[in-house]
């Protein structure tokens, strides 16, 4: 047992007694530092937004406060899932949106990052590159339909060339932002090191880039649906936009709202898989998403 000096009486006095550092206490300690903050994540947190909206909309169509004519009911719009499904145009009108989603993903994604690459390793480079894309990015991709259909006309191209345009832009500004903002400190070090521009390239910026071109991915991601949605609606003849099209010339409600909510399953599921590898690559960082 260790011993205290009074400072009033300047004798010695026994010291408290530690409590013993036992699991239990650990775990207290840790919930006592981690009161700031979000708190732990929750187990399949991500789906309870979801689930609410779909109580919401359930619990309205059985009230009656929304109209079967404005919105069709949930068991309404499963029931013509179903039948889609049988007669088969659903699955091929769902494989035509993800191939032309994916062409422009690809290009999108590939083209950002070597625009990024290109501004973010010389001055020369953002000299030429970062003016006009900061135009394009004051510009919509779907403003430029009218130009893109003159050019291109109303086929594949044109679909993909759209999805392109709404997709390269947060690559390129995302992936260009954690590039100027790796630590310079590296930078000299590599110096120091004498590393090749591949070696350096490899080593540093590419790690240092990372984060920020994750993050842009999921920007990307959502844009490319999002820029789909639009140019399969006109003059399409296949995939999700042309059979929401072809239900709305017939007013058929509920065909509309399959395809909605098909474009946010897929949008909520590309991005959670994006998110996943994120959390993945970059699980060295510790961040209030931990």
Request: hydrophobic share 50%; glycine share 10%.
């Amino acid at each position: 047992m260790t011993t205290q000096v009074d400072p009033l009486t300047a004798r010695p006095t026994p010291a408290p007694a530690r409590e013993p550092v036992t699991p239990a206490v650990r775990h207290r300690d840790a919930r006592r530092r981690r009161r700031l903050g979000p708190g732990r994540p929750i187990p399949f947190g991500a789906a309870i937004g979801p689930l609410l909206l779909l109580g919401a909309w359930t619990l309205g169509s059985l009230t009656g406060l929304l109209d079967e004519r404005t919105l069709s009911a949930p068991w309404t719009v499963v029931t013509t899932t179903g039948d889609l499904i049988a007669s088969g145009r659903l699955q091929e009108s769902l494989l035509i949106s993800t191939q032309r989603a994916g062409f422009g993903l690809a290009f999108g994604v590939l083209i950002g990052t070597v625009l990024a690459l290109a501004a973010g390793l010389s001055r020369w480079g953002e000299a030429v590159i970062d003016g006009p894309v900061q135009i394009k990015r004051a510009i919509p991709a779907l403003a430029l339909l009218p130009l893109l259909i003159l050019w291109l006309g109303i086929d594949e191209r044109m679909k993909v060339v759209t999805i392109v345009l709404g997709v390269f832009v947060p690559v390129y500004i995302h992936t260009h932002n954690g590039l100027r903002s790796i630590d310079q400190r590296y930078v000299e070090l590599a110096e120091s090191l004498r590393l090749s521009p591949a070696r350096f390239v490899r080593r540093v910026v590419l790690p240092g880039a990372l984060p920020g071109f994750l993050l842009g991915l999921r920007f990307a991601v959502v844009s490319a649906w999002l820029a789909l949605v639009v140019v399969e609606q006109i003059n399409s003849t296949s995939g999700i936009g042309y059979l929401m099209e072809l239900a709305r010339q017939y007013g058929q409600t509920d065909v509309i709202i399959v395809g909605l909510v098909l474009y946010g399953i897929l949008g909520l599921l590309s991005d959670g898989a994006v998110r996943l590898v994120q959390r993945r690559a970059l699980s060295w960082r510790r961040t209030l998403a931990d």
